[in-house]
């Protein structure tokens, strides 16, 4: 046996003698005494000891199957995928003026039409055959403004996965201004799992963030129905900061239990740094604000100090994993208002990024979009190939105005990777 190439041994202090141990690829981590490890490392690996490492991933047969199996992880994840999974952006009107919205100047009162929601219903029948499992994950602008559609939309596929012994669900990625308990428990009889909200900071960061269209903060409203609603499906909080606002993000969470909401009411809380918009036609001009890689040191930083103060209150949030792009998997959609077809929410409105339409069907797009980008010789030697898979193709547009190239996080999982497993070590959930 040998020790598995994907590895990331750490020395652990807090346990002079150990090492930390973890699989890039299987995200399994294990302390492990440093006699061990050189056992490992010489062949000489107990038979008591070789049978837990090898359930964990920590050692393999042999390396060179290794690395064509992780080159084969994402087939594989598309094989076994039991889940068709549609991104609708339902509409581009909002009733909020977020200064660092991706979509920008596309926004306006543009709404899905009865007619293209017949089609993407039509287009979600066909794509789910064989699929136990169909999920709808409603965007906007701002979804709750299209309520009546969303639930009319809700109400056929629920009726169609029933009919053929299959499961419908739904989630929301809403602003949270308009979710109010009336309209909770009557999306959940239709179907909705959970919703993604967002609070940018403490009351005064993020009114300045995320105000209503008028200009007045939003933040009360927000947690007011939060406070409201937290019972009925799962909410899961995000929050977007840039360089100067990051450190105010604490002074969030003692709001929140101060309010009473305490880990167990919400599912789940990730904090996200603000990507810069790339200079087209639908960015903010007025916007200038927000990072261009993962790997600028202020995110390392920023990254690692709020997800460990989510972690020390007691708040769930993201672990380590496998993370690749939405363009290589299969069975995922985003339809935009208009029936056309992307790969991913960030890329609508960009003609040249969309895949099709409801009418006409999809494309091939294996070459325009570079599907498989990531099995190049650099990727395929990189120990963190099976935590990002090339990184995040718009985040590669953002940077280069074109998806032609992988986004590389080695430096940044270099810096913070260690910091990230050791925090969910000690904090680990029970």
Known sequence: MKLSYYIKAFPYSEKPGYLLLFSTRRSSKILLREETYDAILSGKLSTENESALLKLGMIVPDIVVEKAEVLGMLDEINAINDRLNV???????CNFRCAYCYEGDMKGRHYMTDETARLLT??????????????????????LLSLGLIKSISSDLRSFAQSKGAEYSFTLVTNGSLYKRRV????????????KTTLDGPPEVHNACRPF???????ETIIGNIKETWDIAKIGLGGNYTQNVYEDFPLLMDRLEKDGLTPEKLHEINFYPVMKNPGDVSSRVDFTDGFMSVNEPWVIKAGTLLREEILRRGYRTSKVSPSPC?????DSYVVNYDGSIYKCPSFIGRKELHIGNLREG??????????GLYKNDECCECVYLPLCFGGCRYMTYV???????VDCKKPYLDAALETLIKQEIKYKRK
């Open 362 to 371: 999809i494309k091939d797009y294996r070459t325009s979009h570079k599907l």
């Open 326 to 330: 939405q363009i290589d998997l299969n």
């Open 87 to 93: 991104s609708v952006i339902i509409n581009l009107a």
């Open 184 to 195: 909770a428990e009557e999306l959940v009889s239709l179907g909705l799992y959970g919703i």
């Open 122 to 143: 039509e287009f979600i029948k066909d794509r789910s055959a064989g699929k136990p499992k169909i999920n709808i994950d409603f965007y906007g602008g701002e979804p």
């Open 399 to 405: 940077r280069d105005g074109n998806i032609d190239s």
């Open 213 to 219: 269209r008028s200009g007045a903060g939003s933040f």
